[in-house]
């Protein structure tokens, strides 16, 4: 089963502007992670949130966490075209790193 | 350093027909890991080892699927026989034991027709 739900499905916007995707889970989770999935390829490790943690940066990306709401948004400032992929959040309910991964959000930077 | 290698990438079968996949992790990960991704849809986990014991494979149907790593290095999964249902991507992983950071294979590709 899906733990995770990314909102929005689909988003497109133009280079240089922020993209905003959330998550929301339904457990209690030790950690959080995003990645990226380009077409037809494997998925890349972007970031990880513990629990105890609030809010993340890594360059061009912020990354939140809402444990109250079982929530968490990835923004990435000033996009550009090769930022175009799918987005997962994943969340490690458990430990033993057994991730349970969300349906993803995919995202389209247009030039 | 060299990343998760997975082969074949593409593969077309009947449904009934049996397919192996095989998966080399990035040198000295003792976790690795099999994902099934449907179209659409995220990963999901079929399986976990640690060096070459299964650490979690409640979701996997064992009425057709079966993992080995018998070395505790590389690793195959097999189905057989195979349904329309398991027309997916295969993803393998792996990570250091203990560590948060997966590193993903770019994935073997199944149709079943």
């Known amino acids: 089963s899906q733990q995770g739900e990314e909102d929005p499905q689909a988003l497109s916007i133009q280079e240089g502007e922020n993209a905003t995707m959330n998550c929301s889970y339904k457990?209690?989770?030790?950690?959080l992670q995003w990645y990226r999935q380009n077409s037809g390829r494997g998925l890349v490790h972007l970031i990880l949130?513990?629990?105890?943690?609030r809010e993340k940066h890594s360059g061009r990306l912020r990354v939140t966490l809402d444990t109250s709401k079982k929530s968490s948004s990835l923004l990435i400032t000033a996009s550009r075209a090769a930022d175009t992929a799918s987005y997962f959040c994943?969340?490690?309910?458990?430990?033993?790193?057994?991730?349970?991964f969300g349906t993803g959000t995919q995202l389209k930077v247009e030039l | 350093e060299a990343g998760v290698a997975q082969s074949p990438r593409y593969k077309i079968i009947e449904k009934r027909q049996s397919v192996a996949f095989w998966c080399n992790p990035i040198s000295g990960h003792a976790t690795l890991y099999w994902y099934q991704q449907i179209l659409g849809q995220g990963p999901k986990l079929l399986i976990q080892?640690?060096?070459?014991?299964?650490?979690?494979d409640s979701q996997l149907p064992k009425d057709r699927f079966s993992a080995e790593r018998l070395k505790g290095v590389d690793s195959t999964l097999k189905i057989q026989p195979a349904k329309l249902e398991d027309s997916a991507v295969y993803l393998c992983a792996s990570s250091l034991s203990g560590a948060n950071t997966i590193y993903f294979g770019e994935g073997s590709w199944l149709t079943v027709v």
């Open positions: 080892f640690q060096n070459n014991g299964v650490v979690d």
């Open positions: 949130i513990r629990s105890n943690e």
């Open positions: 457990t209690s989770i030790n950690n």
């Open positions: 994943a969340t490690d309910t458990g430990g033993g790193n057994k991730l349970t």
